[in-house]
Every structure is written in structure tokens, then in C-alpha cells.
């Protein structure tokens, strides 16, 4: 940083920093009352060639000469730990500031390093930029004197230049082949440890869970599951008188790099979101989540997560997977609360079942919670294009509920039923797409290998000059587009595979959440996103008369809820729509409740019969 300090640290003498006297006469007045700026910068990579570097060997040799070559006015200009390779120093940029404005008469380095290690920025300040302020330049060690142009030394400071670049970019290089070594070992690469964790007393390099922290994280996810966004939750732990991280930290002695907001208590909705996004909670090491595009270019840039490494159960998880990767889905199709200020737990699940797109939210001020209804977007963007898909909130609410929980409450009853018929219906629908997959599968890896074998013919054909050289680029570029489309698709076969294959998990994993809602009494945003993955609203069906009555029922086929909805006329009569809601369930899909409460009735009904034969 600029040391204005050592301003008054140099008592200037009139005799011993003057210019010779014999000078004098070839030096206006101005000149002489400038400033000599000495300039000293030291880089942790300059540390290791030793103490000759240090800010302190500068100076003294910088005042040295200054004073043997009567250089008037001396005053030091320090950054001490900042890199040559940006010139956005403090020390620096008070140095040009004061030459813009006509300060400073001399500018000199110890050598032409210490200006800088960006070839292109150090000549440009040399040959353009020091000129035109009237600065002269000198670089001790390297002989260099702005005022001699026509030397050799001149000439050699380019080259110069060159190779003083060659340092951060060697250094950079080695840098990140050990960061790369360790992010693919699975070694943490950050020194930010996440809020919820803390150093192992006996490993600084491992995490351990910092318990107090540990609770709020998981409060945060345990929000955003009931359908809370990022100012929500963070009004609500202001309210709730929580520390925010940089607070906690620092009550706990730990290091914080963040700003101390004036309120301990205060949090806002960024830091939410980072937490709410940060993989590692899961137990899992992340390493380049960001890059720079080179040396010069310090921006970072966030990499795409399958650019990044991740390492499992490198510490102990906070959030489950199955959590944080529902918490993602819910940031994904997160949306922003209506003008009115109302929000739908239901946001973000909502389908149209005849043309997939989404369904959303409408409300206005003059309506009460039962006029509220999702209709279908693209419905609503062109009447042509889809047919009214309409819902109230209020039926949904209740009808999905309905569905809920009768599954919840099947599920805790006839666990044993449920296993079997699910994984009977899976395996089924498994065994004729696990089938298909893997002979699209087969029929891409063997379109590959023959692409291999038809590129080798093509090239011997244009070797032997059979092929045109325009017709063999043609040809090779259409490989290689046909290529790179195979592998990509082979990729996400293998993925939809394996997916099929962990049927059984997933029916182990869809039981275990059930188990944590027995004792819900209603529908809420967190059972709601925890248990159903989406819902599609079929449009309704052509009119039927009847009393009117709203009824639901649950059908055993599809697992659909067939609603009644009621369509006053002027007579008696009342016109009625048949809609159906589908509900497609985490892990299993659509469960047909009805067919499973037949069967389970069934099977009582003949052990009972058994029983009393």
C-alpha cells in the first residue's frame, strides 16, 4: 500500500539532495521541486528469491542512489504482497496519481520487475505513458534511463520485460498442476470453511461439524422445503435472533473475511442462497467450482458442475442427498411472490398434462385464497396451442392432500404390500425399457466403432488420392459431428440405465421419508416438495348433469384423483366437468392407491378365511 508515512520518515537536506551546482543551470526551478518517487513492491513470489527482494533492501538501496545522484525530494511509494501482474496496486496508483497531477518529476524502480510483470502494461508505461507526464524512469539494476533512449540497455529492457513475465506464468503453471493434483485427490482446495463445519483439532485439513451451526443449516433447507424463499428465510432468522455467520465466527474466535454488518442478527437472502447451493453440506469435496481464463484475466467465473470434482464422504454430512437435491429442484423452478405479495406452496410442481408445459399461479388482490387457480402457460400465451387446464388452489389443496394421505397412511399399514406390488409394477415397466435402452445403447457404441473404421478408409482414400481433400473434410466433419452426438447419447443411456437398475432403492428410500410424515395433520410446503415430485392437471372432460356436488375419487389405475367440478345453469340442473390430477411420486412414480387398498383387503380377507377354516 502507499506508505504516506514514510513521506515524513525523510527529512529532505538542502545541500546533499540537491543537483550538482554546475547542473542547476540546465534545471528549471519546477523540476527541482518535484518528487522522486522511490518505488518498492514485493510478491510472495519474489519472497522466495531471497532478502535481497525485501521492501526494506529496496529502500535503502533506492535512497542510496537517490542520494549519490542528488535526486531531490525522495519519497517512497510501497506495495508490499502484491503481484506484479496487476497494476491495480494502492502504492502504484498513488504514485500515477500524483504524476497526473504534475507531482512527480522521477520515477525509480530497482529494477524493471519491480514496476511490473506484464510486458505489454511495462512498455506501454515507457514508451507511452511516463513520456507524456514528462516522467523520467530508471530501473537501477538494469541500467535503464528513460532519458537514454539510444543505448543498448534501452534495447535489453524489452527483452527484459519478456523474461520477467516468464516468473508468475511459471509459478502460475505449478500452481495449478498442484491444485489440480489435489482438487482430483479429493484435498480441499478452499481456505472458507462452510458455515456448519469447523477445523478437526487433530487434522486442520479436515471438517468436522460445528453443531450449533450445523442446526441452523439444517433449519435453512428444513424452510426452503416448505416452500419459503431466500427473504423469507433470512427475515425470519432476523426475527428469530439467530447470528448470521460472520457474527457467529467471530464470537467463536474463528477468522471471517466478510464485512461485520452493524446487527449481529441480521441476515440476508444471499447468504441464504449460498448455503442453500453448497454441495458440500452433503459431505462431498468440491474443487474448481470457479475458473480464470488466464494470468491477466483475475475474474472468476463460475465452472459447470460436470467441469467440477467431487469427492464423496470426504467429512460428515448435514443435508442428505435426496434433500439437497430437492432443495436444488426447488431453487430451480423457484418463482417470485405475485405483486399482491402471495405465494402457492404448490409453485414449481404444477404440469399440464397434454402439452408438458408449466402451470402458474394466478391471483389478484380482490381474491380470497378459494378464487385462486393455476392455468396451463401455454394455454395462456395462445389460446391455440393448448386447451384451458384450470385448477383452484383450494380443491388442490385438498384433493392432493386426500391423495397424500391415503398413501402415507397405506404405506405405514401394508409396508410389506407396498414393496411387493411397486416393485412388481417396476420391474415390469424395467424389464421392457431397460430392453430398449440398452439396445439403443449397443446400436450408438457400434455406430461408433464404425464411424472409427470408415474414418481410417476415407483418410487412406484421400492418402491415395481416390478423395478429394474438400470432399475428405466434408466427410471427416460429418464423422466427427455423428461421433460426438453418439458418445453424448451413450452417456445419458448409461445414466437412464442405472436408474432403472435402483428401483429397489428407490422403494427403500421413498418408505423411509413416509415414515417421517405419519403424523402429519395437513398438507404444507415440506411434505408437499419432500414426498411428490409433480402433479398434472388433465383438462376437463365433455359436460355431465348430475346434482352439482363436488366429489372426488381416487382411481386404482393410474393413481389419478377424478374430480367432479360443479358448472351452474339456469335450470335445476348443473352441468358438471370430469377433470383428473395425476401425482407423481418421488422415487416410485404414480401409485395407485386404490388397486393397492383392494389388494391388501383381499389378501386380509383370505388369511381371515383361512384363519377360520
Known sequence: MNNLSDRNDIVTNPVSMTVAAEKEEKVNTAAKTKITALYCRLSQEDERLGESMSIQNQKEMLLNYAKENRFSNPVFYVDDGYTGTNFDRPGFQQMLADAQAGKVGTIITKDLSRLGRDSTKVGEFQKYIFPALEVRYLAVEDHYDSANITGLDYDLSLLKNIFNEFLPLDTSRKIRAVNKMKGNSGKTLTFNIPYGYMKDPDDPKHWVVDEPAAEVVKHIFSLCMEGRGPNQIANQLTEEHILNPTAYKLEKGMAVNTPINENPYQWNSATIVRILERREYTGCTVAFKTYTNSLWDKKQRRNPIENQVITPDTHVP?????????????????????????????????????????????????????????????????????????????ILENLVWQHLSSVISYVYRYEGFFREYMKSVTESISRVELKSLRKQLSQAERRIKEIDTLYIKTYEDNATGKLSDERFQMLSERYDSEQEELRAKAIQLQKQIDTQEQNTENIDRFVSLVRSHVEDDGLNGYNLHELIQAIYIENADVPVYSDGNIEADLDDDEGEIIVITKKPKTSTAKKQRIRKIHIKYDFVGFIPIN???????????????????
Open 595 to 613: 388397486a393397492l387398498i383392494k389388494l391388501a383387503n383381499e389378501s386380509k380377507n383370505n388369511m381371515d378365511k383361512e384363519i377360520s377354516a
Open 318 to 394: 448435514i443435508i442428505d442427498m435426496e434433500t439437497f437435491e430437492k432443495v436444488q429442484k426447488i431453487r430451480e423452478s423457484r418463482h417470485r411472490r405475485t405483486k399482491t405479495g402471495k405465494s402457492s406452496i404448490f409453485s414449481g410442481l404444477m404440469y399440464c398434462y397434454d402439452c408438458g408445459d408449466k402451470m402458474y399461479y394466478c391471483t389478484t388482490s380482490g381474491f380470497d385464497a378459494s378464487q385462486d387457480f393455476f392455468e396451463c402457460t401455454a394455454h395462456h400465451k395462445n389460446k391455440k396451442e393448448c386447451k384451458t387446464h384450470f385448477i383452484r388452489c383450494g
